[in-house]
């Protein structure tokens, strides 16, 4: 595997279910981001972790958790989600630093019915 | 003033021609810029950076910065059909580390 991978790479998920998407990079980097994508919107960081400890929460709601083992890994939980939170959610990773360039992994696909 | 601002589009241009994507930018941002290319229904794929006032040219795309009016630009030249996609520019923003802001997006679409 190289670069970023995510998965699934789609889910249908109900609002009382519980579920979790992974994110790993083979890429060497310390540095790893969830983003929302939703119809229309621009892409909307969420969190940040760098060196495995969360450095952003882009006051992203409780019902997604995240969590970063190591710094090849990193996981968003889902629980009680809402329908409005469909959307196509994306993993990148960088270097540590403010200009470093992010790379993106192929996304969720999410649906809450 | 959002952070960065791209008109939506679509830009509509024949193959063959030069496609010019802009971008504006207020000062809350750090004056790296990275251009990113989205095809429908895929991941944003990093496709130039640049990091200093002037051009900087891969291939056929060509990134301008210009500091001085707080734009930046890609310049796609021979434009494709599989250039059709949404471009999408970011810079870090300022004192904010790692934290990118994504413009909107411009859809291009290259007819033949």
């Known amino acids: 595997e190289t670069g970023v991978t995510q998965t699934p790479r789609h889910l249908v998920m109900g609002m009382t279910n519980k579920k979790s998407l992974k994110c790993e990079q083979h890429?060497?980097?310390?540095?790893m981001y969830w983003y929302k994508q939703s119809a229309k919107k621009p892409l909307e960081l969420m969190f940040v972790?760098?060196?495995?400890?969360?450095?952003e929460n882009n006051s992203v709601p409780s019902r997604f958790s995240p969590e970063c083992p190591n710094s090849s890994h990193l996981f968003l939980h889902l629980h009680t989600l809402q329908p409005e939170d469909s959307a196509l959610y994306l993993c990148?990773?960088?270097?540590?630093?403010?200009?470093?360039?992010?790379?993106f992994g192929p996304g969720t696909r999410l649906t809450v019915l | 003033q959002k952070e960065v601002e791209q008109n939506s589009g679509p830009l509509s241009v024949p193959e063959g021609a030069i496609a010019s994507l802009n971008c504006t930018y207020s000062?809350?941002?750090?004056?790296?810029f990275f251009w990113y290319r989205q095809y429908s229904g895929k991941s944003p794929e990093l496709i130039m950076s640049?990091?200093?006032?002037g051009d900087k040219e891969d291939g056929r795309f060509t990134a301008q910065l210009n500091k001085a009016s707080q734009y930046v630009s890609l310049l796609i030249r021979d434009s494709q059909p599989s250039d059709s996609a949404t471009y999408l520019c970011?810079?870090?923003?300022?004192?904010?580390?790692?934290?990118?802001?994504f413009g909107a997006g411009t859809r291009l679409a290259v007819h033949p």
């Open positions: 000062d809350r941002v750090s004056q790296s």
């Open positions: 970011a810079a870090p923003v300022s004192g904010g580390y790692n934290k990118l802001i």
């Open positions: 640049i990091y200093s006032n």
């Open positions: 990148a990773s960088s270097r540590p630093g403010t200009d470093n360039e992010q790379f």
């Open positions: 890429l060497g980097h310390n540095a």
């Open positions: 972790y760098n060196f495995k400890e969360q450095t």
